[in-house]
């Protein structure tokens, strides 16, 4: 597999939850409609620390991780997160295994 994969970590801004949270699931429907390339697409909550979000990006290859960034909904996301987060830290994966389900 030449898939492209992200780890991105945010630090939210005190009272910024809901806010950034309303704005990831709108984002996430665009995807879904939108991004046959984004193979996986996840937003986790992190326990005991209520201000973090974690997504975890899957892409097809590179082409379609550049086409994800490019998309109206993504350039929306982008320019509206810094309102609500402290910080961004973003670590690019190299896929070395892959088990997948398969589903019917």
């Known amino acids: ?3 492209v994969a992200l780890v991105v ?3 939210l801004r005190p009272g910024h939850e809901d806010a950034f949270d309303a704005l990831t699931s709108s984002t996430l429907e665009s995807i879904a409609a939108c991004e046959p390339g984004t193979l996986v697409y996840a937003v986790h ?4 620390q209520p201000l973090q ?3 975890y990006e899957l892409y ?3 082409a379609a ?3 994800h960034e490019a998309f109206p909904h993504m350039r929306k996301f982008l320019a ?3 309102a609500h987060i402290e910080s ?3 670590d690019l994966l190299d896929t070395t295994a892959v088990h997948a389900v398969r589903t019917p």
């Open 1 to 3: 597999m030449n898939g």
């Open 9 to 11: 970590r945010h630090i």
């Open 45 to 48: 909550t992190v326990a005991d």
């Open 53 to 55: 979000r974690v997504f």
């Open 60 to 62: 097809a290859d590179r």
């Open 65 to 67: 991780f550049e086409a």
């Open 80 to 82: 509206e997160r810094p």
């Open 88 to 90: 961004v830290e973003v």
